[in-house]
């Protein structure tokens, strides 16, 4: 978790906000992946980034690799985005290896 | 939809005793993984297979092996388990170019040592 820093730790939002999610590297991340944990534990990949922005519905993620960060910006959250968000690097240094961050766990209230 | 499946999802077991997880895809991928989830929600990666050829083994005790037997299996036996075992192993497959290296994750095999 010390070479992928994601914040907030925790994040309660109300149900129709927006709110940003953010992933610092200490790696030279070459390429990014988010994943959001539901509350069973499956882990579903929402975004596999290299530099640049996606935006996938309501989700929409940035990777600047220059100054190792990025971001997960979620619009109109809605009360099936609650889990936890997982940001990962992937870098030459590493073996192309995937570190994790440690998560920022959402819930959406009603 | 989860074209990645794991068995046991749960187990519960002495120390000492063996356990096998299983995992299979149907996603025609060539590359698998299994990844340990500790109760800090770390993941952490612990072997890869690239059709059924070991490419990465983490520093993990020698009590774990994986066991490929084609590249859309790959099985992880954990010989005389110990307290510190006790963690959601989850699997994953993932193929070049689709796009990168994106990982499709199973749902997860929870074991809990006592």
């Known amino acids: 978790g010390d070479k992928v820093k994601q914040s907030p730790s925790a994040l309660s939002l109300q149900e129709g906000t927006n709110s940003a999610l953010r992933c610092n590297f200490s790696i030279a991340a070459t390429t990014v992946q988010w994943f959001l944990q539901n509350p069973r534990g499956s882990l579903m990949n929402l975004f596999y980034l290299v530099p640049g922005t996606k935006e996938n519905g309501r989700l929409k993620s940035a990777f600047d690799s220059k100054e190792s960060y990025s971001t997960l910006h979620i619009r109109d959250a809605q009360l099936e985005d609650s889990g936890t968000y997982f940001c990962a690097g992937e870098a030459n240094s590493a073996g192309n290896k995937l570190t994790f961050g440690i998560g920022t766990r959402v819930l959406v209230r009603p | 939809e989860t074209a990645v499946f794991q068995t046991p999802n749960y187990h519960v077991t002495q120390v000492g005793n063996e356990v096998s997880f299983n995992c299979k895809q149907t996603?025609?991928?060539?590359?698998m993984y299994w990844y340990k989830q500790d109760s800090k929600k770390l993941l952490k990666i612990m072997f890869s297979y690239n059709n059924k050829q070991l490419i990465v083994n983490e520093t993990v005790p020698r009590r774990f092996s994986p066991q490929s037997s084609d590249k859309a299996h790959l099985n992880l036996r954990i010989k005389s388990v110990e307290p510190e075992d006790s963690a959601v192993y989850l699997c994953?497959?993932?193929?070049?170019?689709?796009?990168?290296?994106?990982?499709?994750f199973g749902e997860g095999s929870r074991l809990i040592v006592v």
């Open positions: 996603l025609g991928h060539d590359t």
């Open positions: 994953a497959s993932s193929f070049p170019g689709d796009p990168g290296n994106t990982l499709y």
